[in-house]
DNA sequence: ACTGTGATTATGTATATACATATCAGAAAG
DNA sequence: CTTTCTGATATGTATATACATAATCACAGT
């Protein structure tokens, strides 16, 4: 390598003060990727050469590829190389919101009401909804609720608690607050699963929400579990016209 | 501290000779996390305790620590340490499969059919589509597809390709396989929007189905960007009992 | 031609060190 | 009593170095 190296090491190509080298070192290597100027399967310079061209320690170039690979832009191959792969999990971030922030993002007034709470030792159709996992034997609080945006009804809610797993909710009253907001702040929920589906509104969830039977409705259920035990499941249902979920991809990793 | 540190110097605790050891302090604290044994807002243990405990360099330690931070699950402040964060960005991962394994992952025979291809002048319409970004002008390639599961129809695909984010679809024929494989393979996408809603199936989609009309469905649609540069829109239609979006969580940074 | 074997190479992990930076506590000054 | 300054502290980034490990290549021997 020739000695032009020197006006390198002195000023690190087109430096930007507000990120650290690494940061640069990744961002401008991932630019190369999503703008498809590396393909997939392309060798991207050895560590030694970005160390080269940065002027920078090793060290440097690893932190910046190490993370460009675990966040599985590129594959690492011990003595060939880095290599682009190609974008194959299509998997997007779904970011799910509270109710009352969804319906105060709409501009409308928010309000809470509990139809109904039952505590009862869990059946096998509870079991099954609060789904795999130790210790599910027990009671279980069920709850059905009401989110009103302005007048009218924004979704219902059809909650299953595990006491076994959340005891302090046997003592608590879902009367002003909903139980998705209280539960977060009492349960460090590990795990999560939602799905998401259309149905046609059964009699009751049609009228609860003011709609014809058999009107088309989005139904989200989530089960979430805390160190391997299951929390709680829940069945949100929005008419089909109130709401949409919106998931996001972005290779980022800043 | 007494110094019957040394013991810990000579084995790392319950050492796993298979991981190293930055990743064995990583699970060990995303564990006592998850568990809950150290609760949000709790102060773990500063780098030069851990350094102690672990019997490694504050480097090690730290390459643990920044990992957890940057996955979201603890928040480090200079000077202060670091803390457990409350679970607040619920966040899921969305895996999009592609339609064929959907399909096959039932059990039953795929088969796609095109309906209609037309090529055009982008519209207004086409354009809002397609989103947001620059040099959406130009021709777009419009698809109507079918996809079968056995006999019957399992959802419908209506897509928009902008024809200048990828002009050698102007060449295709999507009478045997279904554009939306053919893209992944032509496009580097580097960003991806979907929304997820519920529907009253309208007269033609209904008909397509084979449903009633007003029946209700899924409808995903997906938009993507490669480079900042819209590629494609893609509806697809299911019937409501046909399909559901499965989307998990786990705080895992393995 | 085939096969093993050792050297080479790029990455993976770890260390000691250094200095920068944000921030907080307490001291000094007004 | 408030403001300002200063030092202490924990994290953030970077370096040079070292050795481990996996994969590959070249070469020698059967």
């Known amino acids: 390598m020739p000695d032009s190296m020197a006006e390198m090491v002195e000023e690190p190509v087109g430096g930007d003060a507000s990120t650290s080298l690494y940061q640069r070192i990744l961002n401008d290597i991932r630019d190369r990727i999503v703008s498809g100027e590396w393909e997939p399967g392309y060798r991207i310079p050895f560590e030694h050469e970005l160390t080269a061209e940065y002027g920078c320690s090793r060290m440097t170039v690893n932190k910046a590829l190490s993370q460009l690979a675990k966040s599985g832009l590129i594959e690492r191959r011990r003595r060939s190389g880095s290599f682009v792969r190609r974008p194959q999990s299509q998997a997007a971030v779904l970011e799910i919101h509270d109710i009352r922030i969804e319906v105060e993002a709409l501009g409308l007034p928010y309000r809470y009401e509990l139809m109904a709470q039952t505590k009862r030792r869990a059946t096998t159709v509870d079991r099954e909804r609060l789904g795999p996992g130790p210790s599910v034997a027990g009671q279980v609080l069920a709850l059905q609720c009401l989110h009103y945006a302005g007048v009218r009804p924004f979704c219902v809610e059809d909650r299953l608690i595990s006491l076994a797993a959340v005891p302090e909710a046997a003592d608590q009253e879902f009367l002003k607050s909903a139980p998705g907001p209280w539960l977060i702040g009492q349960v460090p929920w590990s795990a999560a699963e939602h799905v998401i ?50 998931a996001r991809f972005t290779p980022s990793d800043s």
């Open 197 to 246: 589906r259309a149905a046609a509104a059964d009699g009751e969830t049609a009228a609860d929400l003011g709609l014809a039977s058999g009107a088309p409705c989005l139904i989200i259920e989530r089960r979430t579990w805390s160190a391997e035990r299951p929390v709680t499941h829940v069945r949100f249902t929005y008419p089909a016209n109130a709401h949409a979920v919106v």
